[in-house]
């Protein structure tokens, strides 16, 4: 099944290392790190592009 974890570096809920780790445990699932301390990426904040971006192509692919 395709997969697709998007994680903020500096995620104020959950460590940035648990975003790697749940990606680790899903075969061949994608792990996108992404710029910003919100759990929630809003659309003001710079790794709102990237989410939209990489979701987008995520899509197209899938």
């Known amino acids: 099944m395709p997969t697709l974890v998007l994680h903020c570096r500096d995620d104020g809920i959950v460590p940035f290392s648990e975003g790697r780790r749940m ?5 061949n699932a994608r792990f996108v ?3 910003g301390r919100n759990h929630l990426i809003l659309d003001h904040e ?12 995520f899509l197209r692919e899938a």
Do not use: D, S, T, Y
């Open 23 to 27: 990606a680790a445990m899903i075969p």
């Open 33 to 35: 790190p992404l710029e």
């Open 46 to 57: 710079p790794a709102w592009p990237r989410f939209l971006e990489e979701v987008g192509r």
